[in-house]
């Protein structure tokens, strides 16, 4: 019980630090959300957003954030 109290410690601290670039990363000028990728098909009564090129840069940060931690967790 003790390692999975730990992981979702470290777990919640990782999503507070991404959160925390995010958050910083929009009041620098990236504008997440509204890249060249993404895709925003607007009609009367329905929007609907496809944020493609936001993902992919956000999954790519994560995966390098991970992999630096998970290489330090198991020194």
Same mark, same amino acid.
């Given at each position: 019980?003790?390692? #999975?109290?730990? &992981? *979702?410690?470290?777990? +919640?601290?990782? #999503? @507070? @630090? $991404? /959160? +925390? *670039?995010?958050? =910083?990363? @929009?009041? $620098? /000028? *990236? %504008? =997440? /959300?509204?890249? %060249? /990728?993404?895709?925003?098909?607007?009609?009367?009564n329905l929007?609907?957003?496809?944020?493609?090129?936001? &993902?992919i840069? #956000?999954? $790519? $940060?994560?995966?390098?954030? =991970? !992999? @630096?931690?998970?290489?330090? *967790? !198991?020194?």
């Amino acid at each position: 019980m003790i390692s #999975l109290a730990r &992981m *979702l410690i470290i777990l +919640g601290l990782i #999503l @507070v @630090v $991404v /959160g +925390g *670039l995010i958050f =910083l990363l @929009v009041r $620098v /000028g *990236l %504008p =997440l /959300g509204r890249l %060249p /990728g993404d895709i925003r098909i607007q009609t009367r009564n329905l929007t609907c957003f496809f944020p493609l090129a936001t &993902m992919i840069i #956000l999954s $790519v $940060v994560l995966t390098i954030i =991970l !992999n @630096v931690i998970a290489r330090f *967790l !198991n020194r």
